[in-house]
């Protein structure tokens, strides 16, 4: 029977629970039955074809707003230079229905309400999941309420506001203390709170796994790049990976490189150092808003991981970072500073002789740059302001200058 594991200790709970953590304060996750049996069938969508591998038993079209089915790429010579990886690939999660890979886990919660029939959901968001499960919520006559910190960027906020959901924006003293909070409240109003760990989204990142799987036909990547916080995507991708592996579909599993940003590395830190315990981060800044959790619930279990299957794990600074999104931008991918960092983790990892330069590598690209805006400040921008009748000289000076650049590449 269908059922919640916690991830460490090994001790079942139901799999309707409305707790996210089991009472030791481990990540749950959803045990199904006879994975070893587990087959691939016939179907037009992802959770179709691999339904086997899903706990649900409410599946409808109508609650989908086209998630998953993105790109997998080569990351092309550009990114191939500035990390010194011969085998680079992009998995653009930017592409999703509203711009994040979050939109994989929320299909998966509307599936768990809509079998619940509960007719409203909550999260706690720094903005993506917010946004995405609103879009879902509307998308399935499902209310959506969604509790944000106050330093929420406009854009996010308007994004999940638009969808017709609750905003509920709380003062507290950082964002760990204001989930903590919130979480408290699940059973006093019997509500199911969903946030970046839950068990039910990680069964959708899990369709993340048997996507590439389809787009590899087959093969499996040596290592696969996720900027973590709430720790929900990088252990979902796993999952996946782990059930194709007992299912025999598969012959090896892939390694997760586990990135954070330095200024707030709970997860990161704690692996380097050999701890078994995550390191809590509290009154940090960090441009890269989307992985903000400085003390992930559950965040054991990645440490724990890391260490059973060879996991790597590499931080970033600030100024990393933002070199890294202008440089993913040039290449053609515009995607939130959280994304970025993978690039630079990477490239560190490779020139620190961890990653081989043939070895495969995914670099998972979470979010898209459409919602932080203001995070392209100190982007040097050609930007100029012409008028019908000047508009002649500038061309002719644009023109110039673009000349001037292509002969002096051509001299390099
Ligand atoms: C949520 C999010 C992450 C972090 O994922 P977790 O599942 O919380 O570890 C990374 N990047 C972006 C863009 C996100 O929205």
Partial sequence: MRKLISTISKKEYPFESLNEFSDNGESLEVYVPKIEEAKIRDGKYLWERFRDFLPFQFFDSNCSLGEGNTPLIPAGRKLQEVTGLKNLWIKNEAQNPTGSFKDRGSLTTIFMAKEMRERFTATVSTGNMGHSISAY???????????????????????????????????????????????????????????????????????EAFEMFEQMEGNVPDYIAVPTSACGHIRGIFKGYRELFQAGLTKKLPKMVVV??????????????????????????????????????????IIHKAKNFGWLAEDVEEKEIVEAQKILAKSGFFVEPSSATVLHAVKKLRDAGKIKDEEMVVLVLTGSGLKQFEALKGFKLDIFESDTEKIDKDLNYIMEKINDEKGKNRKE
């Fill in 260 to 301: 954070q940003a330095k200024n707030n590395s709970p997860i990161v830190k704690a692996i380097k150092m050999g701890y078994d315990h995550i390191i809590p981060f509290k009154n940090f800044h960090t441009i890269a808003e989307a992985i903000t959790s400085g003390d992930p619930p559950g965040g054991d279990e």
């Fill in 137 to 207: 919520g509307a998308r399935a006559g499902i209310k959506v309420i969604v509790f944000l910190p106050e330093f929420v960027p406009q854009e996010k906020l308007l994004s999940m506001a638009v969808h017709g959901a609750i905003i509920v924006k709380v003062k507290a003293e950082d964002y760990s203390a204001m989930k903590k909070r919130v979480l408290e409240l699940t059973n006093k109003y019997n509500l199911r709170i969903v946030t970046g760990n839950n068990p039910i989204r990680v069964e959708g990142y899990k369709l």
